[in-house]
């Protein structure tokens, strides 16, 4: 195995100059090789400012001509995701897929074949799952702290203009043809990854609505309000709410459980959620058999071995602030390189990529039927409005 992995950035817009450009530069085993966007002086300016050895602005010429790369990072429009993360199996190399992983259920699941048949790992780049906290409140369900998990709910409410207008370089986001929709596969894809993830089962029936309610058409096409209700296959029930007009970004989830409960948010703090992350545990604890994770952030209220007196201890909500770095992209590339070297399955998986998108892609066939949809799909649904590009294969 070389000392270093040699990565590939394909699309030098926005999410690679504020996530995967400097994840890269801060993980010691990596190392940027190329840059490549379809704007030539893009490219060029990215590759110059993170170092790069070669920039491109043809990715399959990039693919054949750069034998120095072993990761290639898909950082694109939504509908060129699947043919360039097959273009990328096919020349031997690992792949990250930004999130969302395509737009249909069919364009995912070629991804997932493609890397299967080519033998090399594949990851969809849903960074929630690598916040600190997200993690800690995944260890303490699996741990069973709170009882089984019967409901959850994600959210990720956000206007258009924060990113659009302050962060995006170019307006692809704001193209149906293109994105497929917005508050459905944009930040919807991190809510409905991160509850399921979370839940740790996969959903077995949705309902939901995709809708512009806010936003005017001369603006865009895309969605910008969204409701969806999941049942999953352990009998849990969960609900995903995304907007696109919110003024303030806001984002919870939150995890109910028979013997407590637990919140995190990544996104924003407010009066109403002055913590990143908040637990309670019914549950009866003398202190020294707390786990970790609580015994750490418990402070006493009342005499400070209070703890040491009680037991149990008292049962109370814990506040918790987790360290903010390294952040969810830091722990993301560094577990991607851990996967490969180590021969171990990514977090975030292709098969979990895709069956996001398979609830997505149900909430329209909800919409035309006005009912409950079944999971898996049974055919290719493609989002009004979204135009898919040729299949190369």
């Known amino acids: ?26 993980t010691e085993e990596a190392e940027l090789i190329a840059c490549c966007d379809i704007n030539a002086e893009t490219a060029k300016k990215a590759a110059e400012k993170w170092g790069a ?37 096919k020349a031997g190399l690992h792949v990250v897929v930004e999130k969302p992983m395509t737009v249909t259920n069919q364009e995912a699941w070629d991804i997932v074949k493609a890397c299967k048949e080519n033998k090399v790992k594949l990851m969809v780049g ?77 959903v077995k029936r949705t309902v939901g609505i995709a809708k512009r309610l806010a936003m005017p058409q001369s603006y865009t096409l895309c969605d910008d309000t969204v409701w969806i209700l999941m049942e999953f296959e352990n009998n849990c029930y969960g609900c995903i709410s995304c907007n696109r007009f919110s003024p303030v970004c806001a984002q919870a989830t939150e995890l109910y459980g028979t013997e407590g409960t637990i919140y995190t948010s990544t996104d924003g703090t407010n ?23 609580i015994k750490n952030y418990r402070w006493p209220q009342k005499f400070w071995v209070e703890d040491l007196i009680d037991r149990p201890i008292e049962k109370r909500w814990i506040p918790i602030i987790p360290p903010k770095y390294p952040n969810n992209y830091e722990n993301m590339t560094k577990h991607f390189m851990d996967c490969i070297i180590n021969d171990k399955p990514p977090l975030v998986s292709g098969e979990d990529g ?26 290719e649904v493609i989002p009004p409005f979204y135009k898919p590009l040729p299949k190369e294969d």
């Open 53 to 89: 050895k070669y920039w491109f602005d043809d990715y399959k010429k990039m693919f054949d001509s750069c034998n120095e790369l072993d990761v290639a990072i898909i950082a694109t429009p939504n509908n060129v995701h699947r043919n360039q993360a097959i273009a990328a199996a």
């Open 126 to 202: 849903c960074d929630r799952r690598f916040w600190t906290h997200n993690q800690w409140a995944k260890e303490l369900i699996d741990k069973g702290i709170i009882g089984k998990v019967l409901m959850a709910r994600a959210s990720l409410h956000e206007h258009w203009y924060w990113y659009q207008n302050n962060v995006a370089k170019t307006d692809w986001r704001l193209r149906a043809d293109v994105a497929g929709g917005a508050a459905l596969p944009d930040t919807g894809a991190h809510a409905i990854d991160l509850l399921t993830w979370l839940v740790g089962s996969r």
């Open 354 to 379: 895709a069956r996001a998108i398979e609830v997505m892609c149900a909430v329209y066939k909800s919409m035309e039927s006005n009912s409950w949809i079944e999971l898996p799909l049974k055919e």
């Open 271 to 293: 009066p109403f959620q002055s913590v990143p992350m908040a637990v309670f545990t019914n549950k009866d604890y003398n202190f020294e058999d707390l786990p970790e994770i």
């Open 1 to 26: 195995m070389k000392n270093k992995l040699g990565f590939a950035v394909i699309g030098c817009g926005s999410i690679a100059e504020i996530a995967h450009f400097p994840s890269i530069k801060k």
